[in-house]
């Protein structure tokens, strides 16, 4: 399974920008997608996830509102659409992908419950 990321960069302050992980190797439709951030001198944190079956989707506080993730398992991609963003949000954004044959789940924002990972994309919100 291979995960590319793209549609970083710089924006402004109140800017928007939409996230993609597109995924090959394998069918999306039975994977749990995870977006996480890790800004310098910070922990990987997670920001958002969608769950394979159902589509049932969770965010972090410090993104609620602002942040929306979705899927298209025709295209084999996730999206994070990204709205309002703040300089607290310039981070590397990495998605994950947990499988059906993942190990224990510690949760939807512990990185350690997936397995795969893509290689990350830059976003700086930035005046």
């Known amino acids: 399974v291979q995960l590319v990321e793209s549609g970083g960069g710089l924006v402004q302050p109140g800017g928007s920008l939409r996230l993609s992980c597109a995924v090959s190797g394998s069918t999306l439709d039975y994977y749990a997608i995870g977006w996480f951030r890790q800004a310098p001198g910070k922990e990987r944190e997670g920001v958002s996830s969608?769950?394979?079956?159902?589509?049932?989707?969770y965010y972090a506080d410090s993104v609620k509102g602002r942040f929306t993730i979705f899927r298209d398992n025709a295209k084999n991609t996730v999206y994070l659409e990204m709205n309002s963003l703040k300089p607290e949000d310039t981070a590397v954004y990495y998605c994950?992908?947990?499988?059906?044959?993942?190990?224990?789940?510690?949760?939807?924002?512990?990185?350690?419950?997936?397995?795969?990972w893509g290689q990350g994309t830059q976003v700086t919100v930035s005046s």
């Open positions: 994950a992908v947990r499988t059906p044959y993942s190990g224990t789940y510690y949760g939807w924002d512990s990185a350690a419950s997936y397995d795969y």
């Open positions: 969608i769950s394979s079956s159902e589509g049932r989707t």
